[in-house]
């Protein structure tokens, strides 16, 4: 089992910035990847940005060049540093852990972005 808990987020004025984090417990050593996924109102989740076990990462192309997915193995923490925010940022962001052919998730943490 795993468990995730995302922290960070709020509101936050167009072209600003803002750190979330992902505090990992539980079977993390057979963690295949870690992902950020948002949902805005309305809309289908959708991911946002992938580490995988060997610091690989994909991002979908609205984020690519402004949000960098990090993990720190250490505090078994990981991040998603987000720059230039647009309104269009606006959801709720989800942690995510895949393992064994199964996804876990965290409860989510909303983030704004006032124009």
């Known amino acids: 089992q795993v468990q995730l808990v995302e922290s960070g987020g709020g509101l936050v004025q167009a072209g600003g910035s803002s750190r979330l984090s992902c505090a990992v417990s539980g079977s993390t050593a057979s963690i295949s990847a870690y992902g950020w996924y948002r949902q805005a109102p309305g809309q289908v989740r959708e991911v946002v940005a992938v580490?995988?076990?060997?610091?690989?990462?994909s991002y979908v192309d609205p984020v690519k060049g402004r949000f960098t997915i990090s993990r720190d193995n250490a505090k078994n923490t990981v991040y998603l540093q987000m720059n230039s925010l647009k309104p269009e940022d606006t959801a709720v962001y989800y942690c995510?852990?895949?393992?064994?052919?199964?996804?876990?998730w965290g409860q989510g943490t909303q983030v704004t972005v006032s124009s």
């Open positions: 580490i995988n076990s060997d610091g690989s990462t």
């Open positions: 995510n852990a895949y393992m064994s052919k199964t996804y876990y």
